[in-house]
């Protein structure tokens, strides 16, 4: 696994011996072909300010979800999937701390980080120290979604009132965005990261660093500079239903608008990875 993630880096490495290959069960979207791996990554699944709809994504992989757990990968930190979690001050139910946190190969992180929350805050750091690579899974952790519009005052933290995307605090080495992500795009995400595939992973890669996002990104980025051509697929993308087209180009309700970043990451004209595409589809 650590040649891999030195390739996934950039770093090089060379291929480390695999066990038989197997491949994911009626998953006819994908015919790619994955191994059985010798050397498991470790994975941690940690979850901050989200709402558990991209864990739920994740498990939602029921032809590959098996084999995924058993010959792929090991979960080694989570709250949900493993009851693996650590505790900032001494708890009698669960006493270890979370600087015992075990090293990771992947760190897949949801929901985006409260400032005032020092448990989340120290989670995060200690996970990026942790982890060779962070992911920030979903939206809310990628660019913070819905909790941008947090303003406090609620019961019982009313003072837990800023919410950041992780890659405002910590450096995030990739990113899937989605609200909730999409169970074929965490499958073929992680598919990819254990063999290596960097075709599939550069977009994932490019967007690591976006925080920000918005539905005007489509008029900012798109429909100002030419790009726009209609398609409707920004519209198909919302699910809020926050965009109309209107003579042939995207129009945000921005009071619709939960700021999820769906739509331009769904524009064909925002990346088009037209060599993946015809990979995928045999072309
Ligand atoms: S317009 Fe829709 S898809 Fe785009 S960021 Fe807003 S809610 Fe998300
Ligand atoms: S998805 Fe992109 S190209 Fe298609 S209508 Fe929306 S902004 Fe235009």
């Known amino acids: 696994m650590l040649a891999r993630i030195k390739r996934f880096l950039g770093l090089g490495g060379k291929p480390e011996k695999q ?3 197997i491949k994911p069960k009626d998953d006819e979207s994908s015919q790619q072909e994955v191994e059985k791996v010798a050397d498991k990554p470790r994975i941690g699944y940690i979850h901050l300010s989200g709402c558990s709809g991209d864990g739920m994504a994740l498990t939602e992989n029921y032809d590959i979800l098996a084999d995924l757990l058993t010959d792929m990968v090991d979960i080694v930190y989570g709250q949900t999937l493993v009851d693996v979690w ?3 001050g001494n708890n009698q139910n669960n006493p ?4 015992d946190m075990p090293e990771m190969d992947l760190a897949l992180v ?3 980080v409260c400032l005032q929350d020092e448990h989340s805050m120290h989670e995060l750091k200690k996970l990026r120290e942790k982890s060779k690579l962070v992911c920030a899974f979903g939206s809310c952790a990628m660019n913070g979604c819905f909790t941008r519009f947090s303003r406090g005052g609620q019961q019982a933290q009313p003072k837990h009132e800023a919410f950041l ?3 405002d605090i910590v450096q995030v080495d990739c990113a899937i965005p989605g609200c909730p992500v999409s169970p074929e795009i965490v499958a073929k995400t992680v598919v990819a990261l254990i063999n290596g595939d960097m075709d599939y992973l550069q977009p994932m890669l490019d967007i690591a660093g976006c925080t920000y996002n918005c539905g005007c990104d489509l008029q900012k980025n798109i429909v100002n500079k030419s790009l726009c051509t209609g ?3 920004c519209a198909m993308a919302c699910q809020t239903r ?3 087209m209107r003579e042939g180009r995207p129009e945000v309700n921005i009071d619709r608008c939960i700021k999820c970043g769906i739509c331009y990451t ?3 004209r925002s990346w088009f990875p037209a060599e993946q595409i015809n990979k995928d589809l045999g072309l």
């Open 19 to 21: 066990a038989k290959p």
């Open 96 to 99: 270890q701390m979370i600087d």
């Open 110 to 112: 949801e929901g985006s």
């Open 266 to 268: 769904h524009c064909p």
């Open 165 to 167: 995307p992780i890659g």
């Open 231 to 233: 398609c409707g697929t």
């Open 86 to 88: 650590y505790e900032d």
């Open 242 to 244: 926050a965009i109309d």
